[in-house]
C-alpha cells in the first residue's frame, strides 16, 4: 500500500501559555494567554489590531516580528480554543517580548483602547493578567530575568502587579528601567 500525502505546507498556529482571570463588569471571567507564531492566521490578527486599534499607543509600532525568532508577541483573549484561527475581536491585550537565551525584554504591553479609554472600568485586570501569564510561562521555560521600560504613569502599574520588581538603571544598551528576577 502507497500512501502519499501531497500536504506539505505546516502551518504553526498559536499555542495555549496559561489561562486567567480577568473582570467584565466586576464579574470574573476565564481568559486565554497565547503566544503567536509565524502562521497567516496569526499575521492576520496582527493587521487586524493595527487598523482597529487606532487610538492604543503600541498598537501602530506591533509589525512583523517573525523575521527575528526571539521576538514574541503574546495575546490576552476571551477565545478558549481553536488557536488556529484567533477572532481579533476577541483579543484584548498584547505583549511584545525579545528573548535572549535567559533573559526576556518586555519591549510593550498594550491593553484593548475600550479598557482604557472608556474610563468605565468595565474591563479590569487585563494587563495584569497577562503580565502573570508571561511571567508563569518565562518560570516554566526556564528565562532567569525580565527587563522592563516603564514611563513614570505606567511604572507603579508594574510595581503594583510585580511587587519584586526592582529599579534598573538605563544605559545607552538598554533603555529599560525596571528589571524583575523570575524565580
Same mark, same amino acid.
Given at each position: 500500500?502507497?500512501? +502519499?500525502?501531497? +500536504?506539505?505546507?505546516?502551518?504553526?498556529?498559536?499555542?495555549?501559555?496559561?489561562?486567567?482571570?480577568?473582570?467584565?463588569?466586576?464579574?470574573?471571567?476565564?481568559?486565554?494567554?497565547?503566544?503567536?507564531?509565524?502562521?497567516?492566521?496569526?499575521?492576520?490578527?496582527?493587521?487586524?489590531?493595527?487598523?482597529?486599534?487606532?487610538?492604543?499607543?503600541?498598537?501602530?509600532?506591533?509589525?512583523?516580528?517573525?523575521?527575528?525568532?526571539? +521576538?514574541?508577541?503574546?495575546?490576552?483573549?476571551?477565545?478558549?480554543?481553536?488557536?488556529? +484561527?484567533?477572532?481579533?475581536?476577541?483579543?484584548?491585550?498584547?505583549?511584545?517580548?525579545?528573548?535572549?537565551?535567559?533573559?526576556?525584554?518586555?519591549?510593550?504591553?498594550?491593553?484593548?483602547?475600550?479598557?482604557?479609554?472608556?474610563?468605565?472600568?468595565?474591563?479590569?485586570?487585563?494587563?495584569?493578567?497577562?503580565?502573570?501569564?508571561?511571567?508563569?510561562?518565562?518560570?516554566?521555560?526556564?528565562?532567569?530575568?525580565?527587563?522592563?521600560?516603564?514611563?513614570?504613569?505606567?511604572?507603579?502599574?508594574?510595581?503594583?502587579?510585580?511587587?519584586?520588581?526592582?529599579?534598573?538603571?538605563?544605559?545607552?544598551?538598554?533603555?529599560?528601567?525596571?528589571?524583575?528576577?523570575?524565580?
Amino acid at each position: 500500500m502507497n500512501i +502519499n500525502n501531497q +500536504n506539505t505546507d505546516i502551518n504553526f498556529t498559536a499555542r495555549h501559555i496559561a489561562t486567567k482571570k480577568i473582570f467584565i463588569a466586576n464579574a470574573p471571567k476565564n481568559v486565554t494567554i497565547i503566544e503567536l507564531t509565524n502562521s497567516k492566521a496569526d499575521k492576520n490578527v496582527i493587521k487586524y489590531i493595527k487598523k482597529n486599534w487606532k487610538k492604543a499607543q503600541f498598537s501602530q509600532i506591533l509589525d512583523e516580528k517573525y523575521k527575528n525568532n526571539n +521576538n514574541k508577541i503574546y495575546l490576552i483573549t476571551k477565545q478558549k480554543s481553536h488557536f488556529n +484561527n484567533i477572532n481579533p475581536k476577541k483579543v484584548l491585550g498584547f505583549a511584545d517580548v525579545e528573548l535572549k537565551r535567559q533573559n526576556a525584554n518586555l519591549r510593550f504591553l498594550q491593553v484593548i483602547p475600550k479598557a482604557i479609554n472608556t474610563g468605565l472600568g468595565k474591563v479590569k485586570k487585563v494587563g495584569q493578567s497577562l503580565i502573570e501569564g508571561i511571567v508563569s510561562h518565562f518560570k516554566k521555560i526556564g528565562v532567569k530575568t525580565m527587563d522592563l521600560f516603564a514611563e513614570r504613569r505606567v511604572k507603579p502599574f508594574y510595581k503594583k502587579v510585580l511587587p519584586e520588581i526592582k529599579d534598573k538603571e538605563s544605559t545607552m544598551d538598554s533603555y529599560t528601567n525596571l528589571i524583575l528576577d523570575i524565580k
